[in-house]
């Protein structure tokens, strides 16, 4: 609609848009699933499942029982309060800054009461220290280093070496795009205890764990498989206890 208006003497027309009504999007089909179901986000390959409850979440449509697109992540096709336990390693941190806040708050709400969600990240503070402290040995950049001259043709600095854990190229061309970034997330204890909290944890219930240590016997499968990010020397161990 054009309407004609007056300022400071000069006559002008305008246009004038009726404000459009948000689009409702349709709401997440909820799956059935086991009555003791149990999630382990982006596992990889090589994990064996533990029992026909256990539901692997993943990107990949060869490596999911679920298939979630966290690029346009909205909600966990789940009832609240039907999931026994969620366990995640090495995968969170391959999620946009925006899109953790709402995964975490998912997660909690499907989780049932006194049920554990048990996360395993890259530990930012440690590759810091390591940074600082110019420790050439460190495992994890000895590993980057060998990968760039492998894969890049470039000598990595170690503050490349470093920032590989809040920034790196994806290898997943394929599902993600040329563009997309494979670490784009990064957290110490305190971040991550916040951002759980944030998400509805109550904070006395959010703790620093170690590697093949938990409240629960139900993660008896961690670092019995193949996988570089089960190695105990670069990870934040964190549970967060509904």
């Known amino acids: ?5 007056k300022f400071l003497g000069i006559e002008c027309e305008v246009s004038i848009k009726k404000k459009q009504k948000p689009k ?3 709401p997440v089909e909820t799956l059935a699933v086991a009555e003791n179901a149990k999630l382990n986000f982006g596992p990889g390959p090589n994990w064996a499942k533990p029992g026909a409850d256990w539901y692997s979440i993943d990107v990949d449509p060869q490596l999911g029982d679920v298939v979630v697109d966290f690029q346009q992540f909205e909600s966990l096709p789940f009832k609240s309060n039907s999931i026994q ?3 995640g390693s090495h995968v969170f941190e391959h999620m946009s800054i925006f899109v953790t806040p709402l995964v975490f708050s998912e997660i909690y709400r499907v ?6 969600f048990r996360l395993i990240l890259p530990d930012a503070e ?9 420790n050439q040995e460190f495992l994890l950049f000895k590993r980057r280093k060998e990968r760039a001259r492998k894969h890049y043709n470039r000598e990595y600095t170690l503050f490349e070496c470093m920032k590989e854990d809040f920034l790196s190229p994806s290898g997943q061309v394929d599902l993600l795009g040329e563009n997309a970034l494979a670490h784009q997330n990064a957290w110490d204890f305190n971040t991550i205890k916040s951002d759980l909290v944030t998400a509805g944890f109550e904070p006395e219930k959010v703790k620093k764990m170690d590697f093949q240590k938990s409240q629960s016997d139900l993660f008896d499968f961690e670092g019995t498989y193949r996988s570089e990010a089960n190695e105990d020397y670069r990870s934040l161990y964190v549970e967060a206890v509904k």
């Open 24 to 26: 409702k999007t349709a």
């Open 85 to 87: 336990c969620v366990y």
């Open 111 to 116: 989780l049932k009461k006194g049920s554990i």
């Open 126 to 134: 440690k590759s810091i220290r390591e940074y600082l402290n110019g």
């Open 1 to 5: 609609m054009k309407k004609k208006l």
